[in-house]
Structure formats: C-alpha cells, structure tokens
C-alpha cells in the first residue's frame, strides 16, 4: 500500500540549504515536505550532503509523508555542477512511494586531467510505484545479497550527451565533440507480491554522432 497517515504529522518548509562534503557543495532554495512524521531537523539531516550513510538510511525508513517536493536543488565540486530541475515525490511510505517526478537534471562535468568539458542533459524522469524498502534494510543489515528494488512503470524522456573526442583537435573543421542521445525509455512491470511476472520495456530514438573528422 502507497497510503500513508504518520502519526505526530506536521509540515515542514526550509528555505536556503547548504551543505558540504569532500566532494563539492550542494544547494537547495525550497523543500517542502506535507504531512510528515519527520521534523525540519531530520529533513535537514536527510538532505544534508554531509549526513552519514546511516542515517540517511534510518530516517529514509521511517519517513512517511503525503508529499515533498525540492526546488533548486544545485551540486557543485572538482568535478563539474549538476542543476535539477524541480522534484517530487507523493505518497511516501517508509521505502515506498507512489510516484516521483523528477523534471530534469543538467551536468557540467570536467574530464580529468584535461580542460575539456563534458554535457549531459537528462530530460523528464517519472517513477510510479516504487519500492526501496528492501534495499535499504538490506544495506542497513550489511546484507547485500538481499538488495531488492521495484518499480512498476517507469518513462523517462531520455538524454542528450556531448563530449571531446580526445583524438580530434577542437578546432578541426566541424568541431570535435562526440554526440549520445536518446529519445525515451517507457517499462512496465506487474509483480505478484515481490515477484515480476512480466515486465515490457521500450526504448526510443537512439543516436549517436561522431565529429567529422573522427
């Protein structure tokens, strides 16, 4: 079941967070989470780059809420920047939640020990029924054999990749970036209990473009 009703439920909205960790800084404008059992200190906690794997995990177990939604979410570090586009997620249930929307992300990443840059645009991304329960206790338990995650439709609106081709100069004629894309990825799943009994997977638009001197 994807219904929830936590007891102690309160909303929480937090404005303007910032976190740090080794790897670079993330930055959140607005989080808006309805009817929770969590309070703004363990959504800071979960949202927290810093936070432990740990818990991360707990409080992801027993968080229950109608809804949450993050806007502005920002990662920026050594490696490049990610942007994502607004994300939500309704009916969450201790692992399980009914479905999440995630509009896009944008990335900027550094190929090393080069100036070059690589881009990935990831387009819409929308998950309905989804089940994460299992694998967090399992990493919870250090029982990785028992990894289990579902999903009973999932459509995704595909990516757009460029990046150099290290054996072509930039300034050859046509330039020299490589070109991945594609077009969308639909699946569907039915389950009975935690077993698929069949699952039908689409995958649309593939292309790739190499520079013309490549």
Not at 101 to 110: A, E, F, H, I, W
């Amino acid at each position: 079941s994807f219904s929830s009703a936590p007891v102690f439920a309160g909303d929480v909205i937090l404005d303007n967070l910032t976190s740090r960790e080794a790897r670079g800084v993330l930055l959140i404008a607005r989080v808006e989470v309805i009817n929770s059992n969590l309070t703004a200190d363990d959504v800071r906690l979960l949202l927290d780059a810093s936070s432990d794997q740990k818990t991360v995990l707990n409080l992801i177990a027993r968080f229950s809420a109608d809804r949450m939604t993050i806007n502005g979410l920002t990662f920026s570090g050594d490696d490049g920047t990610m942007i994502f586009a607004p994300l939500s997620m309704t009916q969450i249930d201790q692992g399980r939640v009914a479905r999440i929307v995630l509009d896009g992300v944008d990335l900027d990443l550094r190929v090393p020990d080069t100036p070059n840059v690589s881009q990935l645009k990831i387009r819409a991304l929308d998950v309905e029924r989804a089940d994460f329960a299992s694998l967090v206790k399992a990493i919870l338990n250090g029982r990785p054999e028992e990894i289990d995650f579902r999903a009973e439709k999932f459509t995704w609106a595909g990516f757009d990749w460029s990046g150099p081709d290290e054996h072509v100069k930039a300034n050859a004629p046509g330039g020299n970036r490589i070109r991945l894309s594609l077009a969308g990825v639909n699946a569907t799943t039915q389950y009975e209990g935690h077993a698929p009994v069949r699952s039908v997977a689409e995958i649309n638009g593939l292309a790739i473009e190499l520079p013309p001197t490549s």
